[in-house]
């Protein structure tokens, strides 16, 4: 059967039909891919089940010496702690970030510090249900209906746009 749309004619989106696309400029890892579709600072994904009507989305900080915030002493991993988030729609399909958070202890006894977990405010605030970008995007949304619902408050009201 004859190519109906030969493969040479076919558009490269965003580029113009004079354009080249570098070898080097494109990445073809899946998991880099899917880090860099995923969007999040140092983190390495785990894995995703798009199975249900939830995109579950795994996730774990890159790896690092971590010392403690209290005395300096390098830390010993103490274990692992998953912490749920709602993040941005996936796929067209709300999705679940899991945090899979390394616990930490501090090697040095004399130290008051104890153990903690791993922390990123640019992924979520500490006890946070929903991940930074997550809470950005609503409060924009919250901002881009708030002005269409001012706009057609009665004026008789007392409230005002703007």
């Known amino acids: 059967m004859r190519d109906l749309w030969p493969r040479s004619r076919i558009p490269r989106q965003g580029l113009l039909p004079t354009q080249t696309r ?20 140092e983190m390495s994904v785990l894995g995703v089940d798009t199975s249900g009507p939830v995109v579950e989305l795994h996730v774990e900080k890159l790896a690092r010496v971590v010392g403690c ?57 500490p006890r946070m249900a929903t991940t930074d970008r997550a809470g950005r995007w609503v409060t924009t949304q919250v901002g881009r209906y708030a002005e269409r619902f001012a706009a057609r408050w009665p004026r008789s009201s007392g409230v005002t746009a703007g």
């Open 69 to 125: 915030p209290t005395c300096g002493v390098v830390a010993q991993f103490k274990g692992w702690r998953e912490v749920v988030l709602i993040d941005l729609p996936a796929f067209g399909k709300p999705t679940r970030l899991h945090w899979h958070k390394r616990r930490w202890r501090c090697a040095d006894s004399d130290c008051a510090m104890g153990s903690w977990t791993e922390q990123d405010l640019r992924i979520a605030a």
């Open 22 to 41: 570098r070898a080097s400029d494109l990445e073809t890892d899946p998991k880099k891919v899917l880090e860099l579709l995923v969007g999040l600072p």
